[in-house]
Nanobody
Framework: QVQLVESGGGLVQAGGSLRVSCAAS????????MGWFRQAPGKEREFVAA????????NYADSVKGRFTISRDNAKNTVYLQMNSLKPEDTAVYYC???????????????????WGQGTQVTVSS
């Protein structure tokens, strides 16, 4: 069973940057697509970004395109989310997820991912 642990969240001012990480254990996640989601208070969990197992293909939500970058280091079993030009509306708990089932496309809904981390809080002040 794959375990995912996010880290790197915190408090940042609007316009600032933050990088969150997701370390995986219990499996070779380099074989799987991975994604980042977020959930703000009172809202449903939403897709942020996804990356193919090779790292060559990525997909982003329109709300973060051009500001966030997803990447992975398969040697370290770690996925990153670099967040620039942060806005107060980016405030949420950020979760990483892995899809074990084979896929030819990067999926954007929560039910398509198999294991989840516990989340890390990102707060952007105005």
């Amino acid at each position: 069973q794959v375990q995912l642990v996010e880290s790197g969240g915190g408090l940042v001012q609007a316009g600032g940057s933050l990088r969150v990480s997701c370390a995986a254990s219990g499996g070779t996640v380099s074989a799987y697509a991975m994604g980042w989601f977020r959930q703000a208070p009172g809202k449903e969990r939403e897709f942020v970004a996804a990356i193919s197992r090779s790292g060559y293909i990525t997909n982003y939500a329109d709300s973060v395109k051009g500001r966030f970058t997803i990447s992975r280091d398969n040697a370290k079993n770690t996925v990153y989310l670099q967040m620039n030009s942060l806005k107060p509306e980016d405030t949420a708990v950020y979760y990483c997820a892995v899809r074990i089932r084979p896929t030819f496309v990067l999926l954007t809904t929560t039910n398509n991912y198999d294991y989840w981390g516990q989340g890390t809080q990102v707060t952007v002040s105005s």
